[in-house]
């Protein structure tokens, strides 16, 4: 009958998620599943402004939804993100799962610069920038809608070897809220999908630090210390 549906319970579409689970890994002992440990999908800075970001855009607000149960219940068997591609396993109501492909486009060289020269200044050194921890301010720089970081639903494209008609089927959004979930585990995974050598952010950096250090090098100040100050300081 048209337009009927079977209600499947959570606990058993988790069942058969861990099934399907143990006989990839049979196959594949490298597969690498993703693992949602509490309420949020994603709690480190990276993670979470990913999934921020993509809830931002109307286009993808009213059906990214659909993959939060997915993810939250370990539905996607497997992920992996690559220089401008994320790649997954999902399952659902066959008994394989599901092929997903996210194709993201490169940063372009412009806009990277632009970033680059906006807020190197602000970038401590690669721990920081890994941690998220950084002014607010590059935070605003880094989400902002068409000249940030985080792409835009124009340079993402989106497949799935379901049946579902819809462009983001609740696999597909499964996998996307799992990107979140892996930035978790390893932000610069972030670098490598959108093509950034974030190498430069820190370089040019530390250039201005030397060049600022350089220009006060003839400069005393109340902040340095005479041979007399060193001498008592360590009991000489």
């Not at 806009?111 to 998220?132: F, H, M, N, P, Y």
């Amino acid at each position: 009958m048209w337009g009927y549906f079977k209600y499947t319970p959570v606990a058993e579409k988790r069942a058969s998620a861990l099934r399907k689970l143990a006989r990839l890994n049979k196959k594949n002992p490298d597969i690498s599943p993703v693992t949602i440990e509490g309420r949020k999908i994603a709690v480190t800075w990276w993670g979470a402004a990913w999934n921020k970001n993509l809830e931002s855009y109307a286009d993808y607000a009213n059906r990214i939804g659909r993959g939060r149960s997915y993810v939250r219940n370990g539905m996607v068997l497997d992920l992996r993100i690559e220089p401008g591609a994320v790649r997954a396993l999902v399952s659902g109501s066959r008994s394989d799962p599901y092929e997903v492909r996210i194709e993201i486009d490169k940063l372009p060289d412009q806009k990277w610069k632009t970033i680059v020269e906006q807020c190197s200044r602000g970038i401590a050194g690669i721990s920081d920038l890994i941690q998220g921890k950084f002014p607010e301010g590059l935070a605003q720089i880094f989400l902002r809608q068409g000249t940030g970081l985080f792409p835009s639903p124009g340079e993402i494209r989106l497949d799935c070897s379901c049946p579902d008609w819809a462009e983001m089927c609740k696999h597909v959004a499964a996998s996307l809220y799992g990107v979140g979930a892996r930035l978790d585990r390893d932000p610069t995974l972030f670098f490598t999908l959108r093509g950034i050598d974030f190498s430069e952010l820190l370089k040019k950096s530390v250039e201005e630090k030397i060049d600022s250090m350089l220009k006060n090098a003839d400069k005393k100040t109340g902040r340095i210390m005479d041979d007399a100050d060193i001498a008592g300081l360590f009991g000489l």
